[in-house]
């Protein structure tokens, strides 16, 4: 007892002091708060600013509470995809778990002076995940230079009890997972909200609640893991409000990570290799590469000389054997079909008109080639026929070398779906399983074939009543014997249900098809940042026209279309604002397009 009895005073010392302070900070604080903004500039659990007067209305509460606390949790948020990304919509923080600023960006169209001050201060902390991305993208964006920056996974990995319950938990560090861990927050990821539509007039509610969950969620981390370093920490985070205490105890314990980007391999951790290994000879010439080109660039021509795609030769001919086509050049071979086409190329489906090369995606090379499924085949085989039907986008050429490579990344993600879906790639979820009565049977009969006369006169006699009790004969017969060595033991799973359609099933009734078809593709860029895709290849490829079936298909069945809706993911709101977009931004024309049989034809004026 008398070892601790020096920290026990001064943890006592300590926390009256802080409490006396508290109390006086506390009434000057609330005695020299402005009122509450009018209703209409803020929500129950902060501030929307979406106007330069709503800033004036409520800039000088905010920045009060941001000068006081002098740490703000941070996230944006924006429209887009890895390819393709539109300037951040909307930036949300906050100074407490009370109050949140949401500061729509799309809609100011300029970054507020006095904001940008805060950003710019590296006396006031920032905390969030991948904190430094996202600056980076805020300058990128809007000129802001941010300083300050703390990403909490670095927090959380260089604070002992919150690693040992992420590695226990096997944490992927994201913020969902660290919440659910060292918050006990149960919360699960919705996709769908991650790539709603961001620069929309007015946000919807569930936008406002997923942005307000992780938000707080962020500043909750940063409260819970400085809490976790110590008894004295944990003391003063119960007494004391965080923003009497948190941005000291940051810049003290954890200033090494300051404006440092975040990198798995400065934080130890028992995880698999970061790179795949190099496969070897034996790998490789286990796959079957494309003996002739993939791609004969063919050009087939609508009966108005429209182009209406690229195909190989063999197609092209095949029209003109058939007399359903005339030649209109030999080179590259190019055909005028004699009937109008069920589908013309509207939309992003001028993708299929583009000259494609015959080359690797990722590293160019010519040599070697193999068809690679983006999106893998038992994922896609499962999604319903409007998002397959007409649809080569996700299949792509690489060489064996990167094949083999995307391979392994391949089944890094599948095991991240199969632990987020509820579906095991394991061998328990396999569609045959053993019959082990029939497999002991198997076995006996094979002993009585090959070592009969090596075997035991009692054991001989108990693998011939196994049979005879089997088959219910009271002789065994050396063809009987034969026929119980051939028995397949192997039984249909009744329950089998493949790991694709477990996720297929997961993301339809969840998040949506599309957004698992999305995050497919943006991981295939991620991982292997492939440097000659064609042209107009897109992680959103084919979403716009699904949009606009959906809209025809409501006109001759409104269920069906429901049912197509929420499968991919789409909302109403959603739905209506790709049409109008499309009819106002993208000139499309819905009065000159038809549906049929799945696919769009635009009619002709």
Not at 45 to 74: P, T
Not at 91 to 108: G, K, P, Q
Not at 453 to 476: C, G, S, Y
Request: aromatic share 10%; with cysteine.
């Amino acid at each position: 007892m008398d070892v601790y009895r020096p920290q026990i005073i001064l943890g006592v010392g300590l926390s009256s002091a802080y409490t006396i302070w508290y109390a006086y900070r506390t009434w000057s604080h609330h005695r020299s708060r402005c009122g509450f903004c009018q209703p209409e500039t803020h929500t129950a659990h902060g501030f929307i600013v979406a106007s330069q007067e709503k800033w004036y209305a409520c800039s000088a509460e905010v920045l009060d509470r941001i000068e006081s606390s002098k740490l703000i949790a941070v996230d944006c948020f924006w429209v887009g995809s890895v390819l393709t990304r539109r300037k951040i919509a909307l930036l949300a923080f906050c100074t407490s778990a009370e109050r949140i600023t949401f500061v729509r960006l799309s809609e100011l169209g300029e970054f507020p002076e006095e904001l940008a001050a805060v950003f710019r201060d590296p006396t006031i902390i920032k905390v969030g995940i991948d904190i430094l991305a996202h600056a980076a993208k805020l300058y990128e964006d809007y000129g802001i230079e941010t300083y300050g920056c703390v990403d909490l996974r670095y927090m959380a990995m260089a604070t002992p009890a919150a690693k040992r319950k992420l590695l226990r938990a096997d944490s992927d560090l994201s913020l969902i997972s660290m919440m659910n861990v060292l918050l006990d927050a149960n919360l699960s990821r919705d996709y769908r909200m991650l790539y709603s539509r961001w620069e929309a007039r007015h946000l919807s509610r569930d936008q406002i609640y997923y942005v307000t969950g992780q938000v707080i969620g962020a500043f909750g981390l940063a409260v819970k893991i400085a809490q976790s370093n110590d008894w004295v920490a944990n003391a003063i985070g119960y007494l004391l409000k965080p923003y009497l205490w948190l941005d000291h105890f940051i810049k003290i314990h954890y200033a090494s990570y300051i404006d440092l980007k975040f990198s798995r391999d400065r934080i130890c951790r028992h995880a698999v290799p970061s790179k795949p290994p190099k496969p070897d000879e034996k790998t490789l010439r286990s796959y079957n590469t494309l003996k002739t080109p993939l791609y004969d660039n063919c050009v087939l021509l609508c009966p108005d000389m429209e182009h209406l795609c690229t195909c190989d030769r063999r197609k092209a001919q095949w029209y003109l054997d058939t007399d359903l086509a005339e030649k209109v050049k030999d080179d590259p071979l190019t055909v005028r079909l004699r009937f109008e086409p069920a589908q013309r190329a509207i939309l992003d489906a001028q993708y299929y008109c583009l000259v494609k090369h015959n080359i690797c995606v990722v590293c160019g090379s010519p040599e070697n080639l193999v068809r690679k499924y983006v999106v893998p085949r038992e994922y896609r085989k499962h999604f319903p026929k409007i998002m397959k039907h007409h649809n080569a986008h996700d299949v792509v050429l690489t060489c064996l070398a990167c094949h083999a490579q995307y391979c392994w990344y391949e089944d890094l993600f599948k095991e991240q779906f199969a632990k987020h879906c509820n579906a095991p790639l394991s061998e328990a979820s396999r569609k045959f399983i053993d019959n082990k009565a029939l497999r002991e049977i198997q076995r006996a009969a094979n002993a009585l074939l090959k070592v009969k006369d090596n075997l035991p006169e009692e054991r001989r006699q108990a693998l011939e009543d196994l049979l005879k009790e089997h088959f219910e004969v009271n002789e065994l017969t050396d063809e009987l014997v034969d026929y119980a060595a051939g028995i397949d033991f192997r039984e249909a799973n009744v329950d089998f249900v493949s790991h694709g359609k477990k996720v297929v099933d997961h993301f339809a009734e969840e998040s949506g098809l599309l957004v698992l078809e999305t995050m497919w593709r943006e991981y295939f860029i991620t991982k292997m940042n492939p440097s000659y895709l064609p042209d107009m290849w897109s992680p959103d490829h084919h979403h716009d026209i699904l949009a606009v079936k959906l809209s025809f298909i409501e006109r001759e069945d409104p269920r069906e279309a429901e049912s197509l809706r929420r499968k991919l993911g789409i909302t109403p709101e959603q739905l209506h604002d790709i049409v109008e977009r499309l009819k106002h931004e993208d000139n499309v024309n819905f009065n000159r397009i038809n549906f049929q049989r799945g696919r769009l034809l635009e009619r002709q004026s």
